[in-house]
């Protein structure tokens, strides 16, 4: 607590090192978040730029295909991407209802039946959701951290207005001079947690966009496959 008739703060470091026990924890926890959080904004900016290199060689190799059989010895040689396995999960489970795969093979029918359809279907959807599932993985916290984090600075503000008021009623001064000092440390505390928070949302919504973005681009690519099956006349 910042003593009534001790010395005034004249800086935010100041302040903080004049402060309260209370404050000093709600802003270890606030630091805390706030390393967290701004390790998973890279991270996850890291991994959304290593998947679009990966979605821009992996559409470059299948465009310059003609069929599937050459998109498949062409996606054999990329690196494991969302799209990569996407296709490597559909031709494996093609090839396992349809001995021979995309070879016609000898006395087998030419068509899937309507069964076997709707399993490949299954099979690419699941594969989209759990591709969905590991981009946005950790993404949450971010969300978390950005409700959370106003309301421990609120609590923390809550806590030093508190203490102030107490000083205050102990020393019997009742100045300005004597209020703002303890007004000051207590707003400290909702400064931190909007700071933690601003980025920490903003992050949220990119990442989240970006992860809907891919996920659409799956089920767009999943269809594609399912049409270009049929045109090949392979299902």
Same mark, same amino acid.
Request: charged letters at 15%; a neutral charge.
């Given at each position: 607590?910042?003593?009534?008739?001790? %010395?005034? $703060?004249?800086?935010?470091?100041?302040?903080?090192?004049?402060?309260?026990? %209370? !404050?000093?924890?709600?802003?270890?926890?606030?630091?805390?978040?706030?390393?967290?959080? /701004?390790? =998973?904004?890279?991270?996850?900016? /890291?991994?959304?730029?290593?998947?679009?290199?990966?979605?821009?060689?992996?559409?470059?190799?299948?465009?310059?295909? *003609?069929? +599937? *059989?050459?998109?498949?010895?062409?996606?054999?040689?990329? $690196?494991?991407?969302?799209?990569?396995?996407?296709?490597?999960? @559909?031709?494996?489970?093609?090839?396992?209802?349809?001995?021979? @795969?995309?070879?016609?093979?000898? &006395?087998?029918?030419?068509? =899937?039946?309507?069964?076997?359809?709707?399993? =490949?279907?299954?099979?690419?959807?699941?594969?989209?959701?759990?591709?969905?599932?590991? =981009?946005?993985?950790?993404?949450? /916290?971010?969300?978390?951290?950005?409700? #959370?984090?106003? +309301?421990?600075?609120?609590? &923390?503000? #809550?806590?030093?207005?508190?203490? %102030?008021?107490?000083?205050?009623?102990?020393?019997?001064?009742?100045?300005?001079?004597? #209020?703002?000092?303890?007004?000051?440390?207590?707003?400290? !505390?909702?400064?931190? @947690?909007?700071?933690?928070?601003? $980025?920490?949302?903003?992050?949220?919504?990119?990442? !989240?966009?970006?992860?809907?973005?891919?996920?659409?681009?799956?089920?767009?690519?999943?269809?594609?496959?399912?049409?270009?099956?049929?045109?090949? @006349?392979?299902?």
């Amino acid at each position: 607590m910042l003593q009534v008739g001790g %010395a005034v $703060p004249t800086t935010e470091l100041e302040l903080i090192a004049q402060s309260s026990l %209370a !404050t000093r924890i709600v802003l270890a926890v606030l630091a805390v978040f706030s390393a967290v959080s /701004w390790f =998973l904004i890279f991270a996850k900016m /890291w991994q959304f730029r290593r998947v679009r290199r990966a979605a821009d060689a992996f559409f470059r190799a299948v465009a310059h295909a *003609d069929r +599937l *059989d050459e998109a498949k010895q062409a996606v054999a040689s990329l $690196p494991a991407s969302p799209y990569a396995r996407l296709f490597r999960e @559909g031709m494996h489970f093609f090839s396992e209802i349809r001995p021979g @795969g995309l070879r016609r093979a000898p &006395g087998r029918p030419e068509a =899937l039946t309507p069964t076997q359809l709707e399993a =490949l279907r299954m099979v690419l959807d699941s594969q989209v959701d759990a591709e969905h599932d590991q =981009l946005g993985r950790f993404v949450p /916290w971010l969300a978390t951290f950005g409700s #959370v984090s106003p +309301l421990l600075g609120l609590l &923390g503000t #809550v806590l030093g207005v508190m203490d %102030a008021f107490i000083g205050i009623a102990t020393s019997g001064a009742g100045n300005i001079a004597a #209020v703002a000092p303890g007004v000051a440390e207590a707003l400290v !505390t909702t400064v931190a @947690g909007l700071a933690v928070a601003i $980025p920490a949302v903003i992050a949220f919504n990119i990442f !989240t966009a970006r992860q809907n973005f891919v996920a659409a681009e799956l089920e767009g690519f999943a269809r594609e496959l399912i049409v270009t099956l049929a045109r090949e @006349g392979h299902l």
